[in-house]
């Protein structure tokens, strides 16, 4: 199983990015495709998610309403649209598959992609 995410750059506050998670050697069926963020010094935080089966969406609190995920099945792709950044949005950004009961535990998740870096910043 391999997880690439790739998109991350910077960008200015109020700006946008679209990040993407492209999927491989997953089998098929339910399961999960979440987006993570890591800070310098906190822990990594559950940012989104989206179930592949019926397109389910979760998001924390602190991105609802700017952030959109999605997915392209055929493709085997997730996406991140990031809008209206902010500062307190530069991270690592990671995705990650699994079948969690939690969606915004890291550990709920067994296969992760290398992180790819966001940031916010004029």
């Known amino acids: 199983v391999q997880l690439q995410a790739f998109g991350g750059g910077l960008a200015q506050p109020g700006g946008s990015l679209r990040l993407s998670c492209a999927a491989s050697?997953?089998?098929?069926?339910?399961?999960?495709i979440g987006w993570f963020r890591q800070a310098p010094g906190k822990e990594r935080e559950g940012v989104s998610c989206i179930k592949t089966s019926d397109g389910f969406t979760y998001y924390s609190d602190s991105v609802k309403g700017r952030f959109t995920i999605s997915r392209d099945n055929a493709k085997n792709t997730v996406y991140l649209q990031m809008n209206s950044l902010k500062p307190e949005d530069t991270a690592v950004y990671y995705c990650?598959?699994?079948?969690?009961?939690?969606?915004?535990?890291?550990?709920?998740?067994?296969?992760w992609g290398q992180g790819t870096q966001v940031t916010v910043s004029s």
């Open positions: 990650a598959a699994g079948f969690p009961t939690l969606w915004a535990i890291p550990h709920e998740y067994a296969y």
């Open positions: 050697g997953l089998a098929s069926g339910v399961y999960a």
